[in-house]
């Protein structure tokens, strides 16, 4: 099975911080990643697709990067809106869809 | 409206049998694939499996074969998710979303339920 794994998995922030989260795969997933955010008591929302793709609606502060094993989240400029857990994917159909543990980004 | 219609929450005791369900509206929901997704109570998403409408081609985690049993019915356009005998450490929030197109292999999941709170308890 292919593991993912989150780092941090808490981190502290101000609005308007530039903030980074990195996803690393345990094997080569070449670019098959989403990210995702949850907030609590709601559904995961699809953020990032095929690692550096931007969802439709999504606010373009958000961007994906990577390729093979390790891949990041950038968001360029935080606001209120963006204290959330986020979640790294690798989607595949035959070998699964296995998400990261979660980055649990607070407020400072 | 593109939408997951989740059934509602449920409480059940240990041993019990459970189907809930997941409805799909505003798009042709034999095209795409729909999966499950478990979240323990403060912990993280889990991938539980997927099913194709279109023929019912069920596809599991390692973690979750022959714990649970997946299935849709097209001619309602519904995907559920069943247990035969529950137990307490199936307490979570279960999330359907849908996959991809086809046989499309490489695909996310683009669209969710609002999820199902199934509360085990003796």
């Known amino acids: 099975d292919i593991q993912m794994t989150q780092s941090p998995s808490t981190l502290s922030a101000s609005v308007g911080d530039r903030v980074t989260i990195t996803c690393r795969a345990s094997q080569n997933i070449n670019n098959w990643l989403a990210w995702y955010q949850q907030k609590p008591g709601k559904a995961p929302n699809l953020l990032i697709y095929?690692?550096?793709s931007l969802q439709s609606g999504v606010p373009s502060r958000f961007s994906g990067s990577g390729f093979g094993t390790e891949f990041t989240l950038t968001i360029s400029s935080l606001q209120p809106d963006d204290f959330a857990t986020y979640y790294c994917?690798?989607?595949?159909?035959?070998?699964?869809?296995?998400f990261g543990q979660g980055t649990n980004l607070e407020i400072k | 409206e593109v939408q997951l219609v989740q059934s509602g929450a449920e409480v059940k005791k240990p041993g019990e049998s459970l189907r809930i369900s997941c409805k799909g509206s505003?798009?042709?929901?034999?095209?795409?694939?729909i999966a499950w997704v478990r979240q323990m109570p403060g912990k993280g998403l889990e991938w539980m499996g997927i099913?194709?409408?279109?023929?019912?081609?069920?596809r599991y985690s390692p973690s979750f074969q022959g714990q649970v049993t997946m299935s849709a019915d097209k001619s309602i356009n519904t995907a559920y998710l069943h247990w035969s005998s529950l137990k307490a450490s199936d307490t979570a929030m279960y999330y359907c979303?849908?996959?991809?197109?086809?046989?499309?292999?490489?695909?996310?999941?683009?669209?969710w339920g609002r999820g199902t709170l199934v509360t085990v308890s003796s």
């Open positions: 099913v194709y409408p279109g023929d019912s081609d069920t």
């Open positions: 505003g798009y042709t929901f034999t095209n795409n694939w």
């Open positions: 979303a849908r996959g991809g197109n086809g046989y499309n292999t490489y695909y996310y999941f683009d669209l």
């Open positions: 095929k690692a550096s």
């Open positions: 994917q690798q989607y595949n159909l035959y070998s699964g869809y296995a």
